[in-house]
C-alpha cells in the first residue's frame, strides 16, 4: 500500500475491535467488518484508536489485529501507536510499518500543558517515527490537551512527516478555518484534514475546507455520501444526507455507552458477531436498545423521503 500523505481525502473509518462474550478477539469478525466497511465506499481504515478499545489490549494483540486488517484490505490501514513513551511507540510504529500501514497516529500525552510542550512532543515524534508519515491526533475532550491552531502550523512547519490532523476539537469549526487560511496564504504546508467526533459536525467540517472524516459512525455511507456530495459541489444533497442520520449520530456520541451502541448497530446488521466490549465496557439498558431501535426506524423513514 502507498504511503500516507498530506494529499489524503475521503472517509479513514476508526475501525471497531469485534470481541467475542468472552472477551476474545473475534477474528471471524475482524475479516467480515473490513470486507463491510470496503463495501461501503470507505477511503481507508483506522485501527487501534480509542473506540477501538486498543487500551484493553496487549502489545501482542495489537500487533495480532494490525497483521490480519493489513492481510485483508484493499485500501490504506493507518495503526493508533500512541503510547507513555517513545520507544514502546516507535517499536509499535515500525511494527505496522513493517506489515504494510499506510501510516501511523499518535495523540499527545496528558502531561502536555503549554504550547512549547506540544511543540517540542511532536518534534521528538518526528524525529522518533523518521521516515514514517503519521497523524496529529487532537482530541481534547479525551486527551485534556488543546493544541491552538498557530502550535499546529508551527509542527507542520517543522515536522515534515507530519502528513495528516485529525481533527476532533470540539468547537472546533474555527480552528479548521484558522489553519486552512494559514496554509492558503503560503506560511506553512497544507496538510489533509480529517474529522471526527462521530461525524456530528461533518457538513460544516467539509465547508470550511476539511478534506473527509476519520472518525466510527456505525454507518460508514452516511460519511461516505457526505464527504462525495460536497466533493461534487452538491452541497444541499450531502446536507439532506446527513439530517437523515443525525439523531442516531448524536446518540452514538453519548460518553459511556456510545461505543455499545455503535457496536449494537453493527451486529444488528450482521457486520461483527457480538455488540461486546472487552471488560471494563458498558452494555446498553433495555432502554438504551429501545432508543436506539426507534432511532434505525426513523432513520428508515427518512432515508426513504429523500429517495422517493
Request: contains cysteine.
Amino acid at each position: 500500500m502507498p504511503l500516507l500523505t498530506e494529499d489524503a481525502k475521503g472517509v479513514y473509518v476508526i475501525a471497531v475491535t469485534p470481541f467475542l462474550d468472552n472477551g476474545e478477539i473475534d477474528w471471524t469478525s475482524v475479516d467480515r467488518m473490513v470486507d463491510f466497511y470496503e463495501e461501503k465506499g470507505v477511503t481507508g481504515l483506522t485501527i487501534l484508536g480509542l473506540l477501538g478499545e486498543a487500551p484493553k489490549m496487549t502489545s501482542e494483540e495489537s500487533r495480532a489485529i494490525a497483521k490480519r486488517v493489513m492481510a485483508r484490505a484493499k485500501v490504506p490501514v493507518i495503526v493508533g501507536v500512541t503510547a507513555p513513551g517513545l520507544a514502546a511507540m516507535r517499536e509499535l510504529a515500525d511494527s505496522v510499518m513493517d506489515m504494510g500501514a499506510a501510516g501511523v497516529m499518535v495523540a499527545p500525552p496528558w502531561t502536555t500543558k503549554t504550547d512549547d510542550q506540544a511543540h517540542a512532543f511532536y518534534v521528538s515524534v518526528g524525529e522518533a517515527l523518521a521516515q514514517t508519515p503519521f497523524v496529529l491526533q487532537d482530541y481534547p475532550l479525551t486527551t485534556n490537551v488543546t493544541i491552538a491552531p498557530k502550535v499546529i502550523d508551527r509542527i507542520v512547519r517543522d515536522v515534515p512527516n507530519c502528513v495528516m490532523l485529525k481533527h476532533e476539537d470540539w468547537p472546533g469549526l474555527g480552528k479548521i478555518s484558522a489553519l486552512r487560511a494559514s496554509s492558503d496564504k503560503g506560511e506553512t504546508r497544507r496538510i489533509s484534514i480529517l474529522c471526527g467526533n462521530g461525524g456530528l459536525f461533518l457538513p460544516e467540517e467539509m465547508g470550511r475546507g476539511a478534506d473527509g472524516a476519520m472518525t466510527g459512525f456505525c454507518y460508514p455511507e452516511m460519511m461516505v455520501g457526505v464527504v462525495e456530495n460536497y466533493g461534487k459541489g452538491d452541497v444541499e444533497r450531502a446536507h439532506d444526507l446527513f439530517d437523515a442520520y443525525l439523531p442516531l449520530a448524536r446518540y452514538e456520541q453519548q460518553q459511556g455507552i456510545g461505543l455499545a451502541a455503535r457496536k449494537y448497530v453493527l451486529a444488528k446488521r450482521g457486520v461483527i458477531a457480538s455488540p461486546a466490549l472487552r471488560k471494563p465496557g458498558a452494555a446498553l439498558s433495555p432502554k438504551d436498545i429501545a432508543d436506539v431501535e426507534r432511532l434505525l426506524a426513523r432513520q428508515a423513514k427518512r432515508l426513504a423521503e429523500i429517495e422517493a
